[in-house]
């Protein structure tokens, strides 16, 4: 572990200060109301699928997403992959049982291995250095595709995947799609000199990941060379889990020393002590962008749980951002022995959510979400309906189920809609 860690130490960084500093900018814009946050990815990446067609694939979606919000709210979306890095994950339990055999948790990639054999189960420190390549590659990829056309407004129809477009979500996306194109048309018609726009060529997309093990994200800590403050420079935002928020704990304290855009998860057990004193010690300057507070308190949590802390932190004036994540409270096993998520619920949090901020006169600043652009079968329910024996179909998840592309569509629509209202 200290050899690779240090080795690590010794490797550039893989984002830099001033792009980390544009990113607490564009959250501070959430925070002010002049923006919303769209955060989603994988719950967990593997080392398996590292290649060119999964990561476009992944982002392909979140623009998908991006664009509809966007356009239907009239204010710019901040696009935060959870990706290149997103790959430990904390566990309840340090065993599981799998086929009758009690193993070691599987931890994410850069930990174990997923496969139910006790050797895969050992920790293998090498796999930082594995980790930490991958999302250089794929951080690589996300700036080629993201400033060099694939990002392109002119080419918004070609987000739509397939499997999508056949669904009625799809078919609502294309007429989005074209109102766009429409709307470049009559600029261009106007005068603009619309292939002069960079803006309308390409996008801002950061990343992100929780920052689980702290070994990992020191050795990729470095002190800013202009400013002389500490940046995390394993990703532009990194967030605290929820099972790791302790105020006195090492992971709080990792973050309070970073410079970085911080995120904390929020369960239904947070106490309004807890979090502003969470407040104070991570966001001691009330710095808009600074803060991310991600509430995951479960759709029939949602309303009772979080205004007290909606208000609680308006009143202590914390320019905090606010977002919700619908997925982490609404997990259950199925009858068929599926972890799974109803899209029902998802959808119920968040208009929970928006509810709850409409009540304290705070902003609903935008989603957390899991999801991949695969046309699995993870979480139940949604348009194109699936049903609790179909889950084995296509369940691909290492670890949380996630939305399909569908889904992920039709969850961009709906937080359209409550933020139009
Ligand atoms: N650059 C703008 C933005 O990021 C417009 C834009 C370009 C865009 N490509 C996009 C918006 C893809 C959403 C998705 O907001
Ligand atoms: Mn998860």
């Known amino acids: 572990m200290e050899r690779v860690l240090k080795e690590i130490s010794g490797l550039p960084p ?19 109301r002049r923006a919303v946050l769209l955060q989603a990815g994988d719950c967990a990446e593997s080392f398996a699928s590292h290649g060119a067609d999964s990561v476009r694939e992944r982002l392909r979606v979140i623009l998908q997403m991006a664009v509809v919000l966007t356009y239907s709210s009239g204010l710019p979306a901040v696009k935060i992959g959870r990706i290149a890095g997103q790959f430990a994950k904390p566990r309840s339990s340090p065993t599981e049982v799998v086929d009758g055999r009690e193993l070691p948790s599987f931890r994410g990639d850069l930990v174990n291995g997923v496969e139910a054999t006790p050797e895969a189960r050992l920790a293998d420190p090498d796999r930082l250095l594995r980790a930490y390549h991958q999302s250089a590659s794929t ?31 799809g078919a609502r996306y294309e007429r989005l799609a074209e109102e766009i194109d429409r709307a470049l048309r009559f600029m261009k018609a106007c005068g603009v000199d619309t292939r002069s726009q960079r803006v309308l ?92 507070l991600i509430a ?25 951002v606010w977002a919700c994540d619908p997925m982490h409270g609404n997990t259950f096993t199925s009858t068929t022995g599926r972890k799974t998520r109803r899209f029902d619920d998802i959808l119920r949090e968040i208009a929970g959510f928006f509810e709850a901020h409409d009540a304290s006169g705070t902003w609903a600043g935008g989603v957390h979400v899991e999801l991949t652009s695969d046309d699995v079968t993870e979480c139940l329910g949604g348009g194109h309906e699936i049903l609790e024996a179909a889950l084995d179909d296509r369940y691909e998840t290492m670890c949380d189920p996630r939305l399909n592309g569908r889904q992920s569509l039709d969850l961009a629509f709906s937080v359209a809609e409550l933020l139009r209202r």
């Open 14 to 32: 893989l984002v830099f200060p001033p792009e980390i500093r544009d990113l607490t900018s564009a959250l501070g814009l959430v925070a002010q």
């Open 139 to 169: 951080l690589n990829l996300l700036r080629a595709l993201t400033g060099g056309g694939f990002a392109d407004l002119a080419g918004v129809h070609s987000w739509n995947q397939d499997f999508v477009r056949s669904s009625p979500q």
């Open 201 to 292: 060529h390409e996008t801002d997309f950061w990343v992100s990941h929780e920052a689980l093990v702290l070994g990992y994200e020191q050795a990729l800590t470095r002190v800013d060379s202009l400013t002389g403050d500490w940046y995390d420079t394993s990703a532009h935002m990194v967030w605290i889990g929820e099972r790791t928020r302790d105020l006195g704990g090492a992971h709080v304290e990792f973050a309070a020393g970073i410079c970085n855009p911080i995120g904390c998860k929020l369960g239904p057990s947070a106490t309004v002590e807890e979090v502003v004193a969470l407040c104070d010690r991570l966001d001691p300057e009330r710095k808009p962008g600074r803060l991310t």
């Open 296 to 320: 995951r308190m479960g759709a029939d949590q949602v309303t009772r749980a979080l205004p007290p802390l909606l208000r609680a932190v308006r009143d202590e004036g914390h320019p905090v």
